[in-house]
Nanobody
């Protein structure tokens, strides 16, 4: 069983930055896909950025390319999402997720993932 805990959300003005963290209870950087998702009110959960740790293939949502960056710290067993130049449409609950996956090729749809954190709210507003 993998437990994931997110932190780092908050209220920020348009153009601002946040860094989200996801701490895992077990080592998730071998044979796992890991990623960040978000869900805005009334919308489906969407993949923001994901990594396949077998071949380091990555996916990033088009609307956040150049603004959001996913990264990992193996020593701390932690996944990060740096959010820059935030826009009001980025407002959502952000979740980290992981799934055991021995094959190569990143997957970044919500139904591809088994383990989820509780989510952290990001609100972009002036």
């Amino acid at each position: 069983q993998v437990q994931l805990v997110e932190s780092g959300g908050g209220l920020v003005q348009p153009g601002g930055s946040l860094r989200l963290s996801c701490s895992a209870s077990t080592f998730i950087f071998d044979d796992y896909d890991i990623g960040w998702f978000r869900q805005a009110p009334g919308k489906e959960r969407e993949g923001v950025s994901c990594i396949n740790n077998n071949d380091d293939s990555r996916y990033t949502l088009d609307s956040v390319k150049g603004r959001f960056t996913i990264s990992t710290d193996f020593a701390k067993n932690t996944l990060y999402l740096q959010l820059n130049n935030l826009k009001p449409e980025d407002t959502a609950v952000y979740y980290c997720a992981a799934d055991f996956r021995e094959r190569s090729g990143v997957a970044c749809k919500a139904n591809d993932y088994t383990y989820w954190g509780q989510g952290t709210q990001v609100t972009v507003s002036s």
